[in-house]
């Protein structure tokens, strides 16, 4: 197989994708139609979490080079969808970025190009909605070109698990598609697993999610009632996770963030109830549960503050880290955002710290991030943990003489109330 990847949409999907190429030999393009994302890239600037501008350096030293220019799909031997795919209005996925860039492949395809989608999506897309673009022109999947689904398994901020040593999921339209994807991602993956078809890795990655989605829900609705009840769900985890079989710890929260958690599992309710004409109940309940979540943790601050005799209306609350994951300055869902927007519609002095992010875009503007964090946690008449960073000494920060509120179960200290 020669060796000509294009690699359509350059954000935190496409461009991991792009470095391990680059480094498997690879001689890689990246597309994208944003063109401040191609002049930064091109001039060395990273704007993704897990790539610095050093290793975009290198990339560029490698061959590397983004475009905006479609002709370079003519030389492509394999051609990968990495755009997103936000939830529309209707609840499933908006497929307008997909569906542009497979327009964009059709207009270049040629026989023996593979053609690989990475956006996460309902099943059935890969067949139902890119392969009649593709062969619109009169070439056939499985005949005259090779299409797959592979399913992308980024994890931001995670130093553990990366592109190389995360399995990766491929799902042909035919077996012989199966196998020419696989015989990419193998070039720089270790681990390949093969499924049935493309419905088949649409629908495991969507399960992934789910999985998560769901029990993230049973532990913020057990979190509620184990408040009511004076249990500390905490130590309850703590104690049921030592069974070394049948139990997978999942944690409460102030609500679920990301690219995947809050969006993803709709994609498979909104397949369902299109297609099938019923619900996905355990989807719809798991998303109520954890949509409901910020507005509980207000409702847990406004407890909290009344308990030292004071309203809501005029109080300064002190939000700690606001990024949707630690370690990282992604903000995507994060359930900081309606937490404090909803805080500061109730009248709320709201300010914020996070090691990542300077300024903080809420519904009535920027917040700039506090310089001297333990002289604000004593300033503050509460201060709510939403993120636990590593730069972070949770030790110093109970001892700073604040209140405090945890909602991810990190601060183990008398003074601290937990979610």
Known sequence: MSKNLVVLGLGYVGLPLVEAAVEAGWTVTGFDVSEPVISGLNSGRSHVD????ETIAGLLAKGFKATSD???LADADVAVICVPTPLADDGGPDLRAVLSATRTIAEHLHPGMLVVLESTTYPGTTDEDVRPILEAGGLVAGKDFNLAFSPERIDPGNPVYGMRNTPKVVGGHTPACTDRCAEFYGSFVETVVRARGTREAEAA????NTFRHVNIALMNEMARFCHELGIDLWDVIDAAKTKPFGFMPFYPGPGVGGHCIPIDPNYLSYKVRADLGYPFRFVELAQEINNTMPAYTVSRISELLNEQSKSLRGSRVLLLGVTYKPDI???RETPARPVA???IAKG????????HVQTWRVATGDLQCVSDLLAEIKRADLTVVLQTHTAYDFDQIAAAGGRIFDTRGKLRHDAVTRL
């Open 50 to 53: 897990d790539l610095s501008d």
């Open 70 to 72: 479609a002709a370079v």
């Open 205 to 208: 990655k969507i399960l992934e």
């Open 329 to 331: 300055s992604d903000q």
């Open 341 to 343: 927007d909803q805080l």
């Open 348 to 355: 709320v002095d709201v300010a914020f710290h996070d090691p």
